[in-house]
């Protein structure tokens, strides 16, 4: 059996429409609590969410759901997606569930698993839990006297803030920084700001004030022209962008020029590389990464490894291989030494090390190479997938041996969206973009 409703990040989909909907909730919550239903002890599992309005309705049905299977549940509220990775280890869960559609917007919202490890579910489990779904589990429910409790968790900005502060270098400040924060009114509209204020920041803060429909709207990762025109009218030293539930980051200099993930990620490394702290040799990085961390990388010695587009394919790598930095450029980071998921506030502040640690302007720090121009255009389509025709498949073969040796062709389907996504980069940038466009014009011809 494939699976139908996960998709690269757990379930997503307009709310109240299928699949996300209170009655589907209800019933991977069944189905994932039968799951993890082992031994005799009182089982337990933690539920966070974002600020969407659809939240109440899905953490309600996710939280019958599993209190019907025996399982007691623990209500985070608004807290960052890597905050549930980490409370589900801390609290000995047996797994824990996030609700939220990242950087989607408010119309949207999704459900995500981690296991009792604080580690994404692979695909085998997730397919697992959909084969449960369509049995009778009406069998499996707990008799009455066996029925789950609910209860809030108090505390859980302070928890998440002393672990997130613990990431930071001992005795090393923020003292005299001042950072632009944009929290996209989403997960991280109290903890982020309390972290860097903590920490020594001035902090401008943007996007704090969720009313269950501004989440991601006109700001944080995915619009950061608010916090990079906020920086340079306030004089900030950086900007700090995360997404709605705070998983990704992407930074701002202090001239307002935006730092995507695939820069982080070689700062870091070269950071980690120089003091004896970078394992594997490698960063992972997805395929949707510029070839210009590549080479970046190689010049000092380090390696590229890639996976499929998703932090959790990331996370999968750099256990297999033991390296402790991966990521998307995206901005989804993942410092395994910290985190088990990609952490936008845990990878913010290593880089505000690096800042504080160097003396110099962030413009000097995180302009470490010229990428290769990339180009990505996306094709809708209905039914079949285009990808399938033999004369598309002839077309991607001829436009790969175009770019061979100079740049490269990736064409993919979304794991979210009926969306074909082309893509090419390389040194000559016309060429890209001559590529790019046969191909889009093609399959955009087929999808009709």
């Not at 006297?145 to 609910?150: F, M, Q």
């Not at 910290?338 to 913010?348: M, P, R, W």
Request: negative net charge; charged residues 25%; aromatic residues 4%.
């Amino acid at each position: 059996m494939t699976r139908k409703l996960f998709g690269t990040d757990g379930i997503r989909g307009t709310a109240n429409t299928h699949p996300m909907t209170a009655m589907t909730a209800l019933m991977v919550g069944q189905a994932a609590a039968l799951h993890f239903r082992r031994g005799d002890h009182r089982h337990r599992v933690v539920i966070g969410k974002d600020t969407r309005l659809s939240g109440y309705m899905l953490e309600t049905a996710l939280t019958s759901g599993f209190v019907s299977c025996g399982m007691d549940v623990i209500l985070a509220g608004p807290v960052p997606t890597p905050a549930v990775a980490m409370l589900t280890r801390s609290l000995r869960a047996d797994f824990g569930v996030m609700i939220s559609a990242s950087h989607n917007p408010y119309q949207d919202n999704g459900i995500k698993f981690f296991g009792p490890d604080g580690f994404k579910l692979s695909d085998d489990v997730e397919r697992e839990i959909e084969e449960r779904m369509a049995t009778d589990m009406s069998g499996d429910l707990a008799p009455a006297d066996k029925i789950g409790r609910a209860r809030r968790l108090d505390d859980v900005v302070g928890r998440y803030t002393e672990f997130v502060k613990q990431t930071f270098p001992k005795g090393t400040t923020l003292d005299g920084l001042k950072v632009v924060l944009d929290c996209a009114n989403g997960a991280a509209y109290k903890v982020a700001p309390e972290v860097l204020w903590e920490l020594g920041a001035e902090v401008v803060k943007i996007g704090v004030e969720p009313n269950g429909f501004n989440i991601n709207a006109g700001c944080g990762s995915t619009a950061t022209e608010t916090m990079q025109t906020a920086v340079v009218t306030h004089g900030a030293d950086i900007g700090i962008a995360l997404d709605g539930d705070a998983d990704r980051v992407l930074i701002s200099d202090e001239t307002g020029r935006l730092v995507d993930g695939d820069q982080l990620m070689g700062l870091v490394a070269t950071h980690l590389h120089r003091t004896g702290n970078l394992r594997g040799g490698s960063v992972v990085a997805t395929v949707m990464s510029n070839m210009g961390l590549e080479k970046y990388l190689k010049g000092h010695g380090l390696g590229l490894l890639r996976t499929p587009v998703g932090d959790r394919y990331v996370v999968e790598e750099m256990r297999r291989t033991g390296c402790n930095l991966g990521g998307e450029q995206s901005g989804h980071i993942v410092l395994g030494d910290h985190a088990t998921t990609g952490d936008g506030l845990v990878a913010a502040l290593q880089v505000l090390a690096v800042l504080v640690s160097n003396g110099k302007p962030a413009s000097e720090i995180c302009d470490l190479f010229d990428p290769f121009p990339q180009v990505l255009k996306n094709v809708r389509f209905q039914g079949a997938s285009p990808l399938e025709r033999e004369d598309i498949r002839s077309a991607i073969l001829d436009a790969e041996n175009r770019l061979a040796g100079t740049g490269r062709v990736l064409i993919r389907k979304s794991g979210t969206e009926p969306l074909i996504r082309v893509m090419a980069e390389g040194e000559d940038e016309a060429l890209v973009n001559t590529v790019v466009n046969d191909l889009v014009g093609l399959i955009a011809g087929a999808a009709e």
